[in-house]
């Protein structure tokens, strides 16, 4: 062997141990088999409705409104709180677990964010008919995504970086920017019940 080839060999060794933390690092695309792994993960990603390839904030939204639907049969008010308390601690559980291990601070796939903050606006605006209930979606999803004021400083406010190790502060800031969107929404919609009557 010449010298050049064991020169290279010897090169090829000192650089993978560096480029090895980079990809460990590196995000990690949420699937069908990523959930499955880890009952945190069913959680955070809604059951299955973040893996959406389009738009899965809306389509755990739309989730919510549906398993809220089925729910709200066997459901009463007292029992709805309490699910949505216990679901946002075991949410800041699985959101915390599941970000870290996609090794983001904020993945686009977890939904379980919008599933309780949803939940938590139509708690608190039914009885109403479809339309109403549309009339919340539709306002939950723009501020949301629009992110508007109070609701991009809420989002701001825990957020990690990326390529950093995902801690308790980004778990709770997931959700803590939807339950705000959440406020925004209710906001709105105790502004136009009060000025239409």
Excluded: Y
């Amino acid at each position: 062997m010449s010298s050049s080839s064991n020169t290279d060999t010897e090169q090829a060794r000192t650089e993978a141990p560096a480029s090895a933390p980079e990809q460990d690092l590196a995000p990690r695309r949420a699937t069908a088999g990523f959930m499955l792994r880890h009952p945190a993960h069913w959680i955070a990603l809604g059951f299955g409705s973040g893996l959406a390839p389009k738009a899965p904030g809306t389509v755990g939204t739309l989730w919510a409104w549906a398993a809220f639907l089925v729910l709200d049969v066997w459901l009463s008010d007292a029992q709805w709180g309490w699910l949505i308390a216990g679901g946002t601690l075991l949410g800041w559980w699985a959101c915390t677990v599941t970000a870290r291990n996609l090794r983001t601070p904020d993945p686009g796939a977890i939904v379980w964010d919008e599933v309780l903050a949803f939940w938590a606006v139509l708690w608190l605006v039914m009885p109403t008919g479809f339309w109403g209930q549309a009339v919340a979606f539709a306002l939950f999803r723009f501020f949301d995504a629009a992110k508007p004021g109070p609701v991009r400083w809420a989002d701001g406010l825990f957020k990690g970086q990326r390529g950093r190790p995902v801690g308790w502060a980004q778990g709770f800031g997931i959700l803590f920017d939807d339950f705000v969107a959440a406020g925004c929404t209710l906001l709105v919609i105790a502004l136009w019940r009060s000025l239409v009557g």
